[in-house]
């Protein structure tokens, strides 16, 4: 049987400030308004008979894959959560151990676009080489891309990797017809990874073997998997090209020839998405006038462009961002000047998705002495019974009906009731409705920041 790897490791530094620790880019509606990177990937697969999607991510998005299959109907997945990231050959060594012996398995990353029929076509090509070697996806080149490792081949077969070329070489590799791009997507039967593992990667193979001897028991029941933290960061960080690919000796390679994008900067996504007369991707309340060539997204302002070319204007609830298209995937360079002041803006967006809802800051920070919050709970979900040593919290319900604990007293509120929650006081809020809860929630304290929680009972297991 065939399994289905999804790998949606990273946090997307490229396309901040849409792509955050906290929510990154393949779990957004990047490529398209109805569903997200990630479910996009799931779907490709529909036609493909298989018998599990087994989803590696970060742990702290578990609930959001989760959350995001349900949306799609898929119930025969597996989520495995790392506690950080090491690298595609410890998921795809996670995922051989996870699946039965004798399973295929298919790997996809979780941020590409392609025509889903001829991957499909692709796939089932590939199938018929699976007893002779690792079938790796090269993509044939439209240009001579220099930010592609590519794949030397000979007809079907690998004859090795190569690293990202300068312009002369990938200009070479064009025009020979014997490079492809290297699309990091891999087909092959459980037994022949796991010989090559054993022999090429034995400290990975044991030390993940380790990490899922303890992350629990049962686990080939189980759908979803939290990875044992402490065995987890002895395994090495390596790419599969390197820790197996580049000793593998029966390789084969299909090509594929159709539409394919890896979104991975924000000229990239510009370059895919459909465009108006001015070859401008334009998303949001926008208004232009002489402006060509350039990306402009606003999340929930009116933005007005004049006289610009080729530029990247992103506005979010909490950040501005404009850079020269053919830059903007410096933006990482911002990315880790703010991680070093410790900023919120690349950790957690304005509006912040939890497992049983959401929240948006609407005024205040954590020092201010006040803070205004716009919260959504999901209908059959609560909040967690909680306390806070340093603020006390006034909650007027706009829509949907909620059963409120404070202290030890129950109140059912519905839209244009309030309530009041003493400091130190115990509380909690529940979705009794069919509809979503929103609530205005002001916090007045010296302090405010979320780490001013004391959970008492949490249905998601955090503390």
């Not at 946090?11 to 792509?19: A, D, V």
């Not at 998997?225 to 960061?233: E, M, P, Q, V, W």
């Not at 839209?415 to 809020?429: A, F, T």
Request: glycine share 6%; net charge negative.
């Amino acid at each position: 049987m065939l399994n289905i790897v999804i790998m949606c490791g990273g946090n997307g530094t490229r396309l901040w400030p849409l792509s955050r620790e906290k929510l990154p880019k393949q779990f957004l509606n990047l490529t398209q308004k109805e569903y997200t990177m990630f479910q996009l990937t799931c779907l490709r697969v529909e036609n493909l008979e298989y018998k599990n999607l087994i989803i590696i991510c970060n742990e702290q998005h578990m609930f959001i894959a989760k959350q995001q299959l349900e949306e799609l109907g898929i119930d025969n997945y597996k989520i495995v959560g790392e506690p950080f990231g090491k690298n595609t050959c410890a998921a795809i060594t996670t995922a051989c151990l996870l699946s039965d012996p004798t399973d295929n398995l298919l790997v996809m990353s979780s941020d590409h676009m392609w025509n889903d029929k001829k991957f499909t076509e692709s796939v089932n090509k590939g199938l018929s080489f699976i007893d002779n070697g690792i079938v790796v996806f090269g993509i044939k080149p439209t240009y001579p891309e220099t930010g592609y490792g590519y794949l030397h081949i000979k007809d079907n077969d690998l004859i090795k990797f190569v690293e990202k070329p300068d312009k002369e070489t990938a200009e070479t590799y064009f025009k020979n017809g014997n490079h492809l791009w290297n699309s990091g997507n891999f087909l092959f039967s459980n037994e022949i990874m796991t010989n090559e593992l054993k022999k090429n990667a034995t400290d990975i193979y044991n030390s993940v073997l380790i990490t899922i001897n303890h992350s629990g028991n049962n686990l080939l029941q189980k759908k979803e998997i939290l990875l044992n933290k402490d065995y987890f960061s002895n395994v090495k960080d390596e790419s599969i090209d390197y820790a197996v690919m580049e000793y593998h000796k029966t390789g084969k390679v299909i090509m594929y020839d159709g539409l394919w994008s890896d979104i991975g900067s924000f000229k990239s996504l510009h370059d895919f998405l459909p465009k108006d007369n001015n070859n401008n991707v334009i998303d949001g309340d926008i208004k232009c006038i002489d402006t060509t060539n350039s990306l402009i997204k606003s999340e929930n302002k009116l933005v007005t462009t004049l006289g610009i070319n080729n530029l990247i204007i992103v506005d979010t609830r909490d950040t501005l961002f404009i850079a020269d298209k053919e830059r903007s995937q410096d933006v990482k360079l911002f990315v880790k000047e703010l991680k070093d002041e410790n900023r919120c803006e690349t950790k957690i967006h304005a509006k912040a998705y939890r497992p049983w809802g959401w929240y948006i800051n609407i005024d205040g920070d954590d020092h201010s002495g006040s803070k205004v919050k716009r919260i959504g709970v999901y209908p059959g979900k609560r909040l967690s019974l909680q306390s806070h040593n340093q603020r006390s919290e006034h909650w007027v319900i706009v829509k949907g009906q909620a059963k409120v604990q404070v202290g030890q007293d129950f109140h059912i509120l519905h839209p244009n009731q309030s309530i009041y929650i003493p400091i130190s006081v115990l509380h909690r809020m529940e979705n009794i409705g069919k509809e979503m809860v929103e609530f205005i929630e002001t916090q007045i304290g010296d302090y405010l920041g979320e780490d001013d929680i004391i959970r008492y009972e949490d249905d998601f297991g955090r503390v």
